[in-house]
């Protein structure tokens, strides 16, 4: 998954983005970039880790301009190499093209096999540089048609930002899966996955852009390109308010916060339970455990503690330490927990693991009775559309039975919110795409049909 952030008309722009980026690091902790315009040069910054590690004040006062284009990366497509960490930069026949994308193309690996048969040299192997190529081989004769044509051929999940000397370019795919808004700062504009990105910089919401709307921002002005073409429906992924988004953000017109309360209210509705102390696993599920709370009358305890300041570390676990990963990132609160029935609520399960781990370290204080609450229902299929999920195999919910997964988590009882639970809860949104729940995928997945990619999900890095 990816965060993506392009600034137009605003004085410094580099170090607007990088405000932004910072404010969107949840989206991927991998690598960030900035690429910066300034009337006559393009200027690009790059590197692995986070945005505060990626960037000094050097670095951003050499990246001049007032536009500007930024990116967080958490690898899906493509691999760790930093040739495929974004913004891509090519210098094409109508000026110095730089991409940011959020999302993951179904069809890119189809793509990218006739570009090569047709001579095209890639630099990496992530799908965002089709597009690339894409647009420096139109045939169109202006930059806006050009970009235009090549986002036609896309299939998937794709919300990109990208700048053509001092135009920014935003789109969204056809089905909308990725969040993309609107904000307007002075005379200029800003454009980014989330709106917690505009608030750190003071900017105004304007809007959210339309599933399959391409836009220009040039000089001050906001011109609407011609839509991609309509699709049936639009699919904006659920998975967004479940774990993925800010809580403080909103996006599709939705708050975060309130879509993950009543996430947490229904599940309070579907699985009542008898407990002294209502706790979430921070932060993702902060919101869901207050609904939960709210709606069953238990009191929200903060019984675990979140280490924000975990990085990767040098000191390997004892062998006997099987709760090593958790123990790093969550405490418990021994006083809260010791000799309560206790609910705890995590926004979704995945692989188990963790949740393993939280519901020893939860037995290990002395909790009476353990009550897992999920503010989703089972993930059981991956995602081809830009959430890094693990393969089939691996997910909990696709191989076990409620009551396995209650026995392998040690749980006393265990219940997942349902599909029509959580569709309801944010039925004012929808449709969304449910596929990693469902296994209902709405954009065809191109490259699977096509034996070129894994129906396992999308290549691992
Ligand atoms: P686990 O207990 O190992 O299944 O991990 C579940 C936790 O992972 C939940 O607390 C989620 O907040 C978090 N999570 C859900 N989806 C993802 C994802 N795609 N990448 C990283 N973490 C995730």
Redesign the pocket.
């Known amino acids: 998954?990816c965060g993506i952030v392009g600034i137009s008309g605003i004085e410094s722009a580099a170090s607007q983005a990088y405000l932004s980026l910072y404010a969107l690091q949840h989206r991927g902790q991998e690598a960030a970039g900035i690429v910066a315009f300034d009337g006559t040069k393009t200027r690009s910054h790059k590197g692995r880790g986070l945005v505060s590690e990626v960037f000094d004040a050097e670095a951003l006062a050499r990246l001049r301009g007032d536009t500007a284009v930024g990116h967080v990366r958490y690898s899906t497509a493509g691999g760790q190499d930093i040739s495929n960490a974004q913004p891509l930069t090519a210098r094409f026949s109508r000026g110095d093209l730089a991409l940011a994308h959020n999302g993951n193309l179904t069809n890119h690996l189809d793509l990218r096999n006739r570009l090569v048969e047709e001579g095209a040299i890639f630099r990496s192997s992530a799908d965002s540089e089709t597009l690339v190529h894409l647009i420096a081989k139109s045939r169109h004769d202006t930059v806006d048609t050009q970009v235009d044509d090549a986002m036609s051929h896309l299939e998937g999940a794709f919300s990109i930002i990208m700048s053509v000397d001092s135009a920014i370019y935003a789109a969204r795919d056809p089905r909308g899966f990725r969040p993309l808004v609107l904000g307007r700062k002075g005379s200029g504009y800003v454009v980014a996955s989330e709106t917690c990105a505009l608030d750190i910089l003071g900017a105004e919401y304007v809007r959210d852009l339309e599933p399959g709307e391409v836009i220009r921002i040039l000089h001050g002005e906001v011109t609407n390109l011609r839509s991609l073409k309509p699709t049936d429906r639009p699919a904006p992924c659920i998975?967004e308010l479940v774990?993925?988004a800010r809580p403080d953000s909103s996006i599709w017109d939705a708050s975060v916060d309130r879509a993950r309360r009543e996430f947490g209210r229904q599940l309070a509705r579907e699985h009542p339970v008898e407990a002294d102390a209502v706790m979430a696993?921070p932060d993702?599920?902060n919101s869901a455990a207050l609904g939960f709370a709210e709606e069953s009358g238990i009191p929200f305890e903060l019984g675990l503690l979140r280490n924000h300041y975990v990085g990767r570390t040098f000191i390997k676990p004892l062998q006997e330490d099987r709760d090593f990963g958790a123990r790093m990132k969550y405490n418990p609160v021994k006083e809260v927990i010791d000799g309560k029935r206790v609910v705890i609520v995590?926004?979704?399960?995945?692989?188990?693991?963790?949740?393993?781990s939280?519901v020893r370290m939860l037995r290990g204080v002395g909790a009476k009775e353990v009550h897992f609450r999920i503010g989703s229902p089972p993930?059981r299929w991956p995602?081809f559309y830009g959430?890094?999920?693990p393969t089939r195999a691996e997910l909990?919910g696709s191989s076990l039975e409620i009551p396995e997964i209650e026995a392998e988590l040690g749980v006393d009882t265990l219940g997942y919110l349902s599909l029509e639970g959580m569709v309801d809860a944010v039925a004012q949104g929808g449709p969304y795409c449910t596929a990693c729940f469902s296994g209902e995928y709405p954009a065809p997945l191109i490259d699977v049909e096509k034996g070129l990619a894994s129906p396992e999900g999308p290549r691992r890095c």
């Open positions: 998954m998975f774990y993925f696993v993702s599920a995590d926004d979704s399960l995945v692989r188990g693991t963790t949740s393993r939280l993930v995602c959430i890094d999920m909990i």
